[in-house]
Nanobody, 122 residues
Framework: QVHLVESGGGLVQAGGSLRLSCAASERAFSSYAMGWFRQAPGKEREFVAS????????YYGASVKGRFTASRDSAKNTVYLQMNSLKPEDTAVYYC???????????????WGQGTQVTVSS
């Protein structure tokens, strides 16, 4: 069983920054794509970012592009999401996901973390 543990969420004022971390229990995850989704109350789940096993292929959702940066440290089996210029509409539970594919995320079959709350006040 693979476990993904997110950390780094919290309360921040609009315009501020947070960095989320996601530690994976399986060493094999250093070879797999990882990413982030988020879900706000009453809204559908939204793709935030994905990063390939090598870190060379990174995709972002349109609403976060230019403000968020995904990265990974395969030696530590950890993926990060640096969130800058945060807006109230970024408020959501952020989930880390991992996929056995090396380059892309299939949310329906990926492993999911428990989520971490990010709240941005205006």
């Amino acid at each position: 069983q693979v476990h993904l543990v997110e950390s780094g969420g919290g309360l921040v004022q609009a315009g501020g920054s947070l960095r989320l971390s996601c530690a994976a229990s399986e060493r094999a995850f250093s070879s797999y794509a990882m990413g982030w989704f988020r879900q706000a109350p009453g809204k559908e789940r939204e793709f935030v970012a994905s990063i390939s096993w090598s870190g060379d292929v990174i995709y972002y959702g349109a609403s976060v592009k230019g403000r968020f940066t995904a990265s990974r440290d395969s030696a530590k089996n950890t993926v990060y999401l640096q969130m800058n210029s945060l807006k109230p509409e970024d408020t959501a539970v952020y989930y880390c996901v991992g996929d056995t594919s090396p380059t892309s995320i299939d949310a329906s079959s990926a492993y999911w973390g428990q989520g971490t709350q990010v709240t941005v006040s205006s």
